[in-house]
């Protein structure tokens, strides 16, 4: 579990909830199934069976809901963590081209000094 990606974690978790909020919300929607059986007027039973499709209603969009806000808090995370791993990625790449830079400036700047000197003790030579 500690190697596990947490953007699949944060899935599993709201999958779990919305199992047992989907369980919650039928419960209590056979609640007001059963209370309407029970009702002794026509009024009394409407009412209830109402009840029971509004709870269900009402029930089904808030799990909708709840999986929606997993699902965009764990592409969110994603692609933070894809973001801050290229970051580091670029900044380490940044680095090496940097640090390659300076030994071919200094050798560069070695080469043509050793050449200038090499020139210019050539002509001293040369006109003695």
């Given at each position: 579990?500690?190697?596990?990606?947490?953007?699949?974690?944060?899935?599993?978790?709201?999958?779990?909830?919305?199992?047992?909020?989907?369980?919650?919300?039928?419960?209590?929607?056979?609640?007001a199934i059963a209370l309407a059986a029970k009702a002794k007027d026509a009024d009394g039973k409407r009412h209830q069976q109402q009840l029971a499709k509004d709870i269900?209603?009402?029930?089904?969009?808030?799990?909708?809901?709840?999986?929606?806000?997993?699902?965009?808090?764990?592409?969110?995370?994603?692609?933070?963590?894809?973001?801050?791993?290229?970051?580091?990625?670029?900044?380490?790449?940044?680095?090496?081209?940097?640090?390659?830079?300076?030994?071919?400036?200094?050798?560069?700047?070695?080469?043509?000094?050793?050449?200038?000197?090499?020139?210019?003790?050539?002509?001293?030579?040369?006109?003695?």
């Amino acid at each position: 579990m500690a190697d596990a990606d947490l953007d699949a974690l944060i899935r599993q978790l709201a999958k779990q909830q919305t199992k047992a909020l989907t369980a919650a919300v039928k419960k209590r929607r056979d609640r007001a199934i059963a209370l309407a059986a029970k009702a002794k007027d026509a009024d009394g039973k409407r009412h209830q069976q109402q009840l029971a499709k509004d709870i269900l209603e009402i029930g089904t969009a808030t799990v909708k809901r709840l999986q929606m806000s997993a699902d965009n808090a764990a592409y969110s995370y994603a692609r933070s963590i894809r973001q801050a791993i290229e970051a580091a990625a670029a900044q380490k790449a940044a680095a090496s081209a940097k640090s390659a830079k300076e030994p071919a400036k200094k050798a560069a700047t070695k080469t043509a000094k050793s050449m200038t000197g090499k020139t210019m003790a050539g002509k001293s030579r040369a006109r003695k």
